[in-house]
């Protein structure tokens, strides 16, 4: 078993799941290495993620988070290294290949649809899974009418689940951005994911809206027992919300384990602070 292995055991443990009830492997990274040019943004980079678990990514600006996440979705090739998805190798996949297998992401920079409304904006996510084909659609014929049915339905469960009936016919770019940011939320998930990729939820977020945010994560985690990954520099949110946490510096993990630990560890502490601020905590 490998070192990271047994990190997970421990982080485990203690939440006494029997070893037999312990869910499968969905991710697994093994020596994943980025080189921009003479930038090494990321050396022998290893995670894994079981199915069901709430893990985040944390590190200092210019740690190597964003890559390590444009790297999962197949927005970047890796210079070395594999990545595995549901047992089956995914390192060089497209983003959409990527996405029909179950991994959706979203972004530090907000990329919706700012013409369209909300509405439109998450029906375009489910007509990627749910939509009958493009002769279908140009025909309309019963099949299409049935799928653009079912779409509508699934489309207001979302607008309900993530607070968005209000908005629901207000166009993209006229919502404040903590609306913004859940639009882009109910976006990846009606991709139906088996593992969500989220870039800063609470980026440029106030304090409510990121209690609101936390509370829509545990919701979607919960409701739906899926697989999250997060990187996130708003360290309450990751300590409270994160069953698991892992640090990177400089491209390289340099810890790993539950949210108490990490914030007691030295190394994390020394990253963050520097070392003339040892004695400082990671404050959630
Ligand atoms: P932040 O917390 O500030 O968002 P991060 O941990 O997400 O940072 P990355 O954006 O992954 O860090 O960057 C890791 C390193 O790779 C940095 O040194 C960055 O400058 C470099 N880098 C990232 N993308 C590129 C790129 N497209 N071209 C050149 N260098 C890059």
Redesign the pocket.
């Known amino acids: 078993m490998s070192v990271l292995n047994n990190n997970i055991m421990d982080t485990l443990r203690p939440l006494n799941i029997p070893h037999s009830d312990i869910p499968p492997i969905l991710l697994r990274v093994e020596n994943l290495e980025k080189h ?2 003479g ?1 090494v ?1 990321l050396s022998d980079y290893h995670m894994e993620i079981r199915t069901g678990e709430l893990v985040g990514l944390i ?10 996440f444009n790297l999962l979705s197949g927005v970047l090739k890796p210079t070395a290294g594999r990545i595995y998805f549901n047992g089956r190798e995914i390192t060089h996949l497209r983003p959409d290949q990527n996405s029909a297998l179950g991994i959706s992401r979203t972004f ?1 920079n907000i990329r919706l649809f700012n013409q369209m409304t909300v509405a439109e904006n998450i029906k375009a996510s489910f007509h990627q899974r749910l939509g009958c084909g493009l002769w279908s659609t140009l025909l309309q014929i019963p099949a299409y009418r049935k799928s653009e049915k079912k779409i509508s339905i699934e489309c207001d469960k979302f607008l309900e689940l993530f607070n968005l009936t209000p908005h629901r016919n207000e166009p993209a770019r006229n919502l404040p951005y903590g609306v913004q940011r859940r639009v882009e939320i109910a976006r990846a998930m009606a991709t139906m994911p088996r593992l969500l990729l989220l870039d800063e939820p609470a980026a440029g977020l106030n304090i409510n809206e990121t209690e609101e945010m936390m509370a829509l994560i545990r919701n979607i985690h919960q409701e739906y027992r899926l697989t999250i990954f997060l ?1 996130e ?1 708003d360290m309450r949110l990751i300590m409270s919300i994160c069953q698991r946490i892992q640090v ?1 510096d400089h ?1 390289h993990p340099l810890a790993e384990g539950r949210p108490e630990a990490i914030r007691k560890n030295p190394r994390v502490i020394e990253a963050y602070l520097g070392k003339t601020k040892e004695k400082h905590h990671v404050k959630n």
Request: aromatic residues 6%; charged residues 5%.
């Open positions: 921009f040019g930038i943004a590190g200092p600006n210019g740690a190597g988070k964003t890559t390590v530090q990187v520099h990177i491209g």
